[in-house]
């Protein structure tokens, strides 16, 4: 059985950092890329950031670009968000995904989906 399980959500103030964390189960994560997405209250899922399978590539949406980090752990199974900088339009359920296939941006694209973590940023 495929699981996903985000961490690391919390309440913190604009400025402030976290490190959310995906744990991998079920799947041999080595040969998935990773992606994690968002959706805030009233809005579609977005796209935030994808890793490949190797770790040696990445892409952000321009939202986050320059404050968030992908990144990821094969032994671990693990992959990683690291978010600096964070701004109240932050908040957000942050879900991780994983795809065998070529890079996308596209959450239609992914298969296996995490139940979800929340970031809450306040002002």
């Known amino acids: 059985q495929v699981q996903l399980v985000e961490s690391g959500g919390a309440l913190v103030q604009a400025g402030d950092s976290l490190r959310l964390s995906c744990a991998v189960s079920g799947l041999i994560f080595r040969v998935c890329d990773m992606g994690w997405f968002r959706q805030a209250p009233g809005k579609e899922r977005e796209f935030v950031a994808v890793?490949?399978?190797?770790?040696?590539?990445?892409y952000y949406g321009d939202s986050v670009k320059g404050r968030f980090t992908i990144s990821r752990d094969n032994a671990k199974n693990t992959g990683y968000l690291q978010m600096n900088s964070l701004k109240p339009e932050d908040t957000a359920v942050y879900y991780c995904a994983a795809r065998a296939g070529s890079f996308s941006t596209q959450e239609a694209t992914y298969k296996y989906w995490g139940q979800g973590t929340q970031v809450t940023v306040s002002s």
């Open positions: 890793i490949t399978r190797s770790g040696d590539s990445t």
